[in-house]
């Protein structure tokens, strides 16, 4: 229950980061607002944990790898193939000057519909701009997807010593990637953003805290843990300042991406080690819950309930949405509003479906 909590605060953070202003409000804090970039590592993180505990509690069975499939295209596919297809309606009918470039200069939406617009994206250093950037922040589910169809062929043949030491390695091949990629070529500044060779390793630690819980008693010593946390999360923050805020700096895109998936896969062995207790109690409150529930809803949404309030202040002549807080809070409203909704009428009908299909199992070995 508490990493829906991070989940929850995760995508506050990211959506107040995609709509900051850059200008007309306090530049010290518009500076850190830019900061967010690097919750992404939270949800690697989170991924990485829950996948592989789901992968390697049900390795023996005889549908492993198609249940684990299944439940995950019917978790994960329907709003996705609603939202890109709604997307890709609207840059083909309604912005014909950014559809253009996107296919003169970046590539076909298509790409999205097979889960690889991450990869044109780093080819060009440039982001699709049709659909009013509304393409924009799918890199991230680009990578997830890419990680959740290869890795469940790692977890069922290797050993959990074994794969253990993969990670580890592929979170240091993420690392050295970036350095060689950024020598290479300094001027791109979304290569070592958007591939999942280059973003391993958030994914790598949380799969490696998933396989730790599963080969041992592991007596993780509360505040000496804790302790470490802060100190993580301080340094991550502070080198990212350091580093110049944003996650196209040098620094940032490449020695950076190494440190926040570290604090953040503190902060996730933190909020395990305390789960269920008073220190955590707030996290498990149902308001809580429930947002980090529809968050995946609510990322997929955002951007585009920023396009739509922008549209209504231009059509409407309603001057208050030009203002940056209003704006920024009819944006936070509208993408609340259509996140419950997709999880109340689709979300979790499709959840019901993929239960009866496929029903959670105790775990066998």
């Not at 080198?239 to 503190?266: D, M, V």
């Not at 062995?269 to 305390?274: A, K, M, N, P």
């Not at 429930?290 to 309030?309: D, R």
Request: hydrophobic residues 50%.
């Amino acid at each position: 229950m508490e990493l829906d909590a991070l989940r929850a605060f995760g995508i506050l953070l990211v959506i107040l980061n995609h709509t900051w202003p850059e200008h007309g409000l306090n530049a010290a804090l518009t500076r850190l607002v830019q900061l967010p970039w690097m919750l992404m590592d939270g949800f690697f993180v989170l991924s990485g944990f829950l996948i592989t505990g789901i992968l390697l509690d049900s390795r023996s069975r005889p549908d492993y790898y198609k249940s684990f499939y299944i439940r995950r295209a019917l978790r994960i596919l329907p709003v996705y193939y609603l939202v890109i297809g709604l997307l890709t309606y609207v840059a083909m009918a309604h912005g014909h000057e950014p559809y253009k470039q996107m296919l003169e200069h970046w590539g076909s939406p298509a790409w999205f519909f097979v889960y690889l617009g991450n990869i044109p994206t780093a080819l060009t250093g440039f982001y699709p701009m049709a659909a009013g950037g509304s393409y924009i922040p799918l890199w991230s589910l680009q990578v997830e997807e890419q990680f959740y169809l290869l890795f469940p062929l790692l977890v069922h043949r290797l050993r959990k010593e074994t794969l253990a030491r993969l990670l580890l390695s592929l979170a240091c091949f993420s690392t050295v990637l970036r350095i060689v990629i950024y020598y290479r070529n300094p001027a791109n500044l979304l290569a070592q953003y958007v591939l999942l060779p280059c973003r391993m390793e958030g994914l790598a630690l949380g799969g490696w805290i998933a396989i730790r819980f599963r080969t041992g008693p592991w007596n993780v010593p509360k505040k000496r843990l804790t302790v470490m946390t802060a100190g993580w999360v301080a340094i991550t923050c502070l080198s990212a300042i350091w580093g110049g805020y944003e996650h196209t700096t040098p620094f940032n895109r490449t020695i950076g991406f190494l440190l926040s998936p570290i604090a953040l896969a503190h902060v996730v062995l933190l909020l395990i080690v305390f789960r269920g207790s008073r220190w955590t109690a707030p996290l498990r409150l149902g308001p809580v819950q429930y947002l980090g529930k529809i968050s995946y809803a609510a990322y997929l949404f955002h951007w585009p309930a920023g396009n739509i309030v922008k549209g209504a202040s231009t059509i409407s002549g309603l001057h208050a949405l030009d203002q940056n807080l209003p704006r920024i809070m009819a944006i936070y409203v509208l993408t609340f509003v259509c996140a419950a909704l997709s999880w109340h009428f689709f979300e979790k009908p499709m959840l019901n479906l993929k239960d009866r299909l496929y029903p959670p199992r105790s775990p066998q070995g």
